[in-house]
């Protein structure tokens, strides 16, 4: 096994971390965009169920809990839904 010590100056670090930035973005795949969330509403229209019936599953459809804020009363959470997942 052979063992190497490189010293950099500050100049240099910043030229090879300048030159791998521009490289890079060639070399890696496209970012992938996270699919939206669904609320209560809008699955129960895809599945054509009552929203009650996504509230009821809503463990067994993979539920994520969101987070909002409400005037005056603090943080609300509830249910959104990925269209994948469910």
Do not use: C, N, Y
């Not at 060639?26 to 169920?49: I, K, N, Y």
């Not at 509830?78 to 269209?83: K, Q």
């Amino acid at each position: 096994m052979i063992e190497l010590t490189v010293r950099l100056t500050e100049e240099q670090l910043t030229q090879i971390a300048e030159r791998t930035a521009e490289l890079l973005p060639g070399r890696l795949p496209a970012a992938v965009t996270p699919e939206p969330l669904l609320t209560v509403d809008e699955l129960a229209e895809m599945l054509s169920v009552t929203p009650d019936w996504v509230r009821r599953h809503q463990a067994d459809l993979g539920a994520k809990a969101a987070a909002g804020t409400r005037s005056g009363s603090g943080r609300a959470t509830w249910s959104a839904f990925s269209r994948s997942d469910a």
